[in-house]
Every structure is written in structure tokens, then in C-alpha cells.
């Protein structure tokens, strides 16, 4: 049986990127939720008089991330060793 790494790291590659891109919008949901404007280049969260807002990051986040790395990362294994046959 031929058993290959690299489907695995495509997929754990694949779900990083989908993650960091998740997370970049969920901050940006949360800073529009409380009220705030949110600068895209800098990843700030400024409120009213340009004070600071600070963003936590919440356990429901940190399980839908969970989530979402192993099912991209078994989806994209999945489709490399069907679509390559390895």
C-alpha cells in the first residue's frame, strides 16, 4: 500500500491558509459589531475618538478554527489522492 505525505501537508497547508482568512474576518465582524470601523491594513480596531478596541479571541472561535483545519485538511487529502490516485 502506497502511503504518501504529501496529500496530508497539501491539506494542512490548505486549512491554514483557510483559517488565517477566517480569522481576519471574523475580527472584522467583531469590530463591526461593536461599533467600530476597522483599518484593513493595520488589523485595528479603532471606536469613537480613535481609541483602541480590543479584540479577544473567543473559545467558540477557537473551536470553529478547530473545525474547520480538519475538515478542509481531510477534504483536500481526500480529493489529491482521488484526483492523483495516490
Not at 491594513?41 to 472561535?61: K, R, W
Not at 481526500?78 to 484526483?83: E, T, V
Amino acid at each position: 500500500m502506497k502511503n504518501t505525505l504529501l496529500p496530508s501537508l497539501v491539506g494542512v497547508s490548505a486549512s491554514l491558509v483557510v483559517v488565517w482568512w477566517l480569522h481576519g474576518f471574523l475580527l472584522a465582524d467583531s469590530c463591526l459589531d461593536n461599533s467600530g470601523t476597522f483599518n484593513y491594513e493595520t488589523n485595528l480596531c479603532t471606536g469613537e475618538n480613535n481609541q483602541l478596541i480590543e479584540l479577544a479571541t473567543s473559545s467558540t472561535m477557537l473551536v470553529t478554527y478547530c473545525i474547520v483545519i480538519m475538515v478542509v485538511s481531510l477534504l483536500t487529502a481526500s480529493l489529491i489522492r482521488k484526483i492523483f490516485r495516490i
